[in-house]
């Protein structure tokens, strides 16, 4: 069955340092991966997505992630963490057949000053 | 362009009521599907629909159902509501509902059943 693991509930960077999230997904075939953000009391907002084009994506506000087949990960980094980045993150990934949004746990980045 | 809307932002039931969420998508879009995000199950789809038609439907009993307008709008209805029903509810529409496509969620109705 289909499924994302993200590991770390909670990730706590300081101000100005690499921000990692990690992601990996679970498929026989890879499948569509994405990156979400949701800030308090909002709803989802997309921050990258990986469709085969290109392995290393980049998104909004500074995020990249790179597709990995051989350790089945897609991991989201920031080269410099900024306070607004502190938000909760969703790694979800979608079958090519089916249009259902698989989501993983979620992180929640924390940016200390 | 305005983002995908949804109504109420926030509702209060009892145990045993019944509720309906209203969501309108991005112009132009004609798929629009439901996700419960809740503390212990995380983010979880519901259904989908487009063309006025449930193209696919998540692991949920038959007391959550939806429906969609000839406009595209979509209302999503839990009957016999149960504590475990309390989370956020969010709709998300995109063109065509094809994969790949990006999803555009709203802001989602919090739900709270006392």
């Known amino acids: 069955a289909q499924s994302v693991t993200q590991l770390g509930s909670h990730v706590s960077v300081s101000e100005g340092a690499l921000v990692l999230l990690r992601c990996n997904y679970s498929?026989?075939?890879?499948?569509?991966l994405f990156w979400y953000v949701q800030y308090p009391n909002q709803g989802l907002q997309l921050l990258l997505k990986y469709t085969s084009a290109a392995t290393l994506v980049k998104g909004i506000n500074g995020f990249e992630a790179e597709f990995k087949k051989s350790e089945t990960s897609f991991h989201l980094t920031k080269p410099s963490a900024h306070m607004s980045d502190a938000a909760e993150y969703f790694c979800?990934?979608?079958?090519?057949?089916?249009?259902?949004?698989?989501f993983g746990s979620g992180t929640r980045l924390l940016v200390r000053p | 362009k305005a983002g995908v809307t949804q109504t109420p932002r926030y509702l209060i039931k009892t145990r045993g009521q019944q509720v309906t969420l209203s969501c309108s998508p991005i112009s132009g879009h004609r798929s629009v599907s439901w996700y419960q995000q809740t503390p212990g199950q995380g983010l979880q789809f519901l259904f989908e629909y487009f063309s006025e038609t449930q193209r696919n439907k998540g692991n949920f009993p038959g007391r959550f159902s939806g429906r969609q307008f000839s406009n595209s709008r979509s209302e999503m209805n839990v009957s016999t509501l149960e504590l475990g029903d309390s989370a956020l509810y969010l709709c998300a529409s995109s063109l065509t509902g094809g994969s790949q496509e990006t999803q555009y969620f709203g802001p989602g109705t919090r739900l709270l059943v006392l």
């Open positions: 979800a990934s979608q079958r090519d057949s089916s249009y259902k949004l698989i």
């Open positions: 498929s026989s075939v890879p499948p569509y």
